[in-house]
């Protein structure tokens, strides 16, 4: 019998007996935390560091909108293409090293770009770096896991929360630094975070030297990802609900990151207002980040949330068309607050699910499927916003994403598990 790609599932071995014990306990969690902090802090500063600097780098490089939405299409086309072989990549290598892997190209992809001579080169180095934050996204949460098992909570929290910061910081910074040393300085310093990162990742795959083989062979104590049979996930219309809500919020996010700073410029607005009113988009998202999956939790069926959501949005892309340089910053903080269906989406895998293999198996098909979806939108947007001389169109596009999350929040929120779907 010839099973789906997503039949089997990746899991995270158990981590209570791999965790040190004594002083070795202190010091190899303290590298551990810290890996995992600055690691979260350069996951999306590829992305954000960019976007406010189109105006000038296209002037510099010569391009237009189509190679914007082409970079803006980039960063979810490399998370879906990682999150499905990083497993695989993890069961060779172990968590560990792939964490370092990841850390590695980020640098490098960050540093070279700000070189870059001409678009090609740019793309090509903007993948790299966003090939090891695809990686990253997939082996942090398990490595959250295997070292904090008694603090799971409160470290992911904080995890969550740098990636927001990393979110958010970068393109409020991005302009002044541009101003005082050039977009490439801007855009190349941020390399600095992903080094400091890669350092104490270094610092725990030489101290588990001798369990190296532990890590390939996947026995008691390794850090590698395990392969597991599951249900045919492709049946379940929660699974497809998931999917649908997931993709249209990252559609809308990554759309948003990608254009929201050419819109308003375009509508009179400067660049410093832009790249600020981005940051406050990412402070929404750290927002509904701190407080969605807990009102999640204590709903019995929160599809109330997704339409709160979606009001957001309607309100937000209608500001945006009717007057987007008045209002500008409620305009934004609405969409931002929008994407309270990502954490949503996030808690929902484990609530909807009865066993880890559920768990899993609902998370890889959702992120999969849902970053293929979302890589789309930055490049339609951009096309529809050529095509039309204006950006009513491209925010009807992103309106009727609304309608399609709403649907797939429906599905996936009624009180019901995974695997009697299945």
């Given at each position: 019998?010839?099973r ?26 303290i ?35 189509t ?30 090293r ?31 770096a966003l ?12 490595l959250?896991?295997?070292y ?45 975070v ?11 795959v030489v101290?588990?030297?001798g ?6 062979s ?52 400067g ?18 980040s ?16 997704v339409?709160v ?36 989406s ?17 998370s ?12 789309t ?9 050529t ?15 609304v ?20």
């Amino acid at each position: 019998m010839i099973r789906s790609s997503y039949d089997y599932v990746v899991s995270a071995p158990t981590v209570s007996e791999t965790t040190p014990t004594g002083i070795s306990l202190v010091r190899g969690r303290i590298l551990v935390f810290a890996a995992i902090v600055l690691s979260a802090l350069t996951l999306r500063a590829a992305v954000t560091s960019i976007s406010p600097l189109f105006g000038r780098i296209g002037t510099d490089l010569h391009f237009g909108s189509t190679v914007i939405g082409v970079v803006g299409m980039l960063p979810p086309a490399m998370f879906a293409v990682f999150g499905l072989a990083t497993p695989f990549l993890a069961k060779r290598t172990g968590l560990e090293r792939a964490a370092l892997l990841a850390m590695g190209l980020t640098t490098l992809g960050m540093a070279t770009r700000a070189f870059a001579p001409n678009t090609v080169s740019l793309l090509v180095l903007s993948a790299i770096a966003l090939a090891g934050m695809g990686i990253g996204n997939v082996v942090i949460p398990p490595l959250v896991k295997r070292y904090f098992s008694d603090r799971l909570a409160l470290v992911s929290t904080i995890y969550i929360c740098v990636m927001q910061v990393s979110t958010m910081v970068p393109p409020l910074l991005a302009v002044p630094v541009a101003d005082a040393h050039g977009w490439r300085v801007s855009i190349g310093v941020w390399a600095v975070v992903g080094l400091a990162a890669a350092l104490p990742w270094l610092g725990v795959v030489v101290a588990r030297r001798g369990r190296d083989a532990d890590d390939v062979s996947g026995e008691a104590g390794s850090a590698a990802v395990h392969v597991e049979p599951a249900g045919r996930i492709h049946r379940s219309p929660l699974a497809w609900g998931m999917v649908m809500m997931f993709a249209m919020t990252s559609l809308i996010t990554y759309s948003m990151l990608t254009w929201l700073p050419t819109l308003l410029i375009d509508s009179g607005i400067g660049e410093g207002l832009a790249g600020a009113s981005v940051a406050a988009f990412g402070a929404m998202g750290l927002v509904t980040s701190l407080a969605t999956p807990t009102l999640c939790a204590k709903m019995r069926n929160p599809f109330g949330l997704v339409v709160v959501a979606a009001v957001c949005y309607f309100g937000g892309f209608s500001g945006l068309h009717w007057s987007p340089s008045a209002g500008t910053v409620l305009w934004v903080c609405l969409i931002g607050l929008g994407t309270m269906t990502f954490p949503m989406s996030l808690t929902l895998i484990n609530l909807r699910t009865r066993s880890a293999v559920g768990s899993s198996s609902l998370s890889g098909f959702t992120q999969g499927l849902g970053y293929v979806v979302s890589s789309t939108g930055p490049i339609l947007f951009g096309v529809l916003h050529t095509a039309s001389g204006g950006w009513g169109l491209p925010l009807a596009l992103l309106t009727g994403c609304v309608a399609v999350l709403l649907v797939g929040g429906f599905l996936c929120c009624r009180p019901r598990m995974l695997e009697d779907t299945w």
